[in-house]
Every structure is written in structure tokens, then in C-alpha cells.
């Protein structure tokens, strides 16, 4: 079923993890791995937002926030969000969201 459909693309992306780096940012930076998105939840994380904060100032479902938040971590390889502040550099510019959500 759904369940089982979903733990296989889970798996999927497990095994084959993104190797690109998003346009504007150096391959050396931990941010590299990081959607647009991602960015602004690893930055809203660094200033020690919890998910539920984070989901009112992104406009979006705590149950988002929490699968973005699982991403960033899996992308920066760290497993606990008290982890993030220490791998934002200067190389990642802070992200605010204007009134529709979208990245200012």
C-alpha cells in the first residue's frame, strides 16, 4: 500500500543522496546539499526556532516543517538540531520569509 510505497522512496533516496550543488553557493559549504527551502528552515533552526515556530513564520503545516527539518539534518549529517547553528558560516546568508512565505 501508501506505507509501503513511501518507505520505498525513502530507501531510494537514502542510497542515492543528491551530489549537486545549488547555483550560488561554493561546493566546499556544508550548505551546498540545501534546497532554497532547506536553507530557510536551517537558518530559522539556528536561531533555535522550534518546528511549530518555524511553521508560523514559513506559513506552512508543522508536519512540513518536520520533513524539512529531517532533510536538512540528512543533508548537513548531523543528527540533532542543536547541531545546525555550528555548520551556518558566512557562505549562507540569513533567509526571512515575507508575508506570502516565500524567501525576502
Avoid at 530507501?11 to 550548505?31: C, I, M, V
Avoid at 524539512?68 to 557562505?91: D, F
Amino acid at each position: 500500500g501508501t506505507a509501503e510505497l513511501n518507505a520505498a522512496i525513502l530507501d531510494l533516496r537514502r542510497e542515492s543522496p543528491q551530489t549537486h550543488a545549488y547555483p550560488g553557493r561554493s561546493a566546499g559549504s556544508p550548505t551546498t546539499m540545501l534546497t532554497p527551502r532547506q536553507r530557510q528552515i536551517a537558518t530559522l533552526l539556528g536561531a533555535g526556532l522550534s518546528n511549530k515556530d518555524i511553521a508560523r513564520e514559513l506559513f506552512l503545516a508543522p508536519g512540513t516543517v518536520k520533513l524539512h527539518v529531517a532533510a536538512v539534518l540528512r543533508c548537513l549529517g548531523v543528527k540533532r538540531r542543536a547541531q545546525v547553528p555550528a555548520l551556518l558560516n558566512t557562505t549562507m546568508s540569513p533567509v526571512h520569509a515575507d508575508s506570502e512565505g516565500f524567501a525576502s
